[in-house]
Nanobody, 125 residues
Framework: QVHVVESGGGLVQPGGSLRLSCAASGSSSDYYAMGWFRQAPGKEREGVSC????????YYADSVKGRFTISRDYDKNTVYLQMLNLKPEDTGVYYC??????????????????WGQGTQVTVSS
């Protein structure tokens, strides 16, 4: 199992940027991939981006392509999400976890009992 702590969220204006961090304890490298997910108020959790462990391939939801970049520091056991040109619809709590699927679709893992506390991202003027 892997335990994660997400950080880096905050309140930004539209067009602003944030860099989220996901510090993992345990063997995150044992997992096929790591991903970022978000949940807006009243909506289901959705996949945002993921990175494959063995070759570093990255995938993104259509809504964030060209604006978000996922990366990973294996020495620090940390996954990052650089978010640029943020929009109000990016508002939500962001979580990281091994995805259920990491390719053309970033799928929320089901079941997954090790969600972190998440980090709140609010994009508002």
């Amino acid at each position: 199992q892997v335990h994660v702590v997400e950080s880096g969220g905050g309140l930004v204006q539209p067009g602003g940027s944030l860099r989220l961090s996901c510090a993992a304890s345990g063997s995150s490298s044992d997992y096929y991939a790591m991903g970022w997910f978000r949940q807006a108020p009243g909506k289901e959790r959705e996949g945002v981006s993921c990175i494959v462990t063995n070759d570093g391939s990255t995938y993104y939801a259509d809504s964030v392509k060209g604006r978000f970049t996922i990366s990973r520091d294996y020495d620090k056991n940390t996954v990052y999400l650089q978010m640029l040109n943020l929009k109000p619809e990016d508002t939500g709590v962001y979580y990281c976890a091994p995805p259920g699927r990491c390719d053309s679709l970033v799928v929320v893992p089901q079941p997954w009992n090790y969600w972190g506390q998440g980090t709140q991202v609010t994009v508002s003027s």
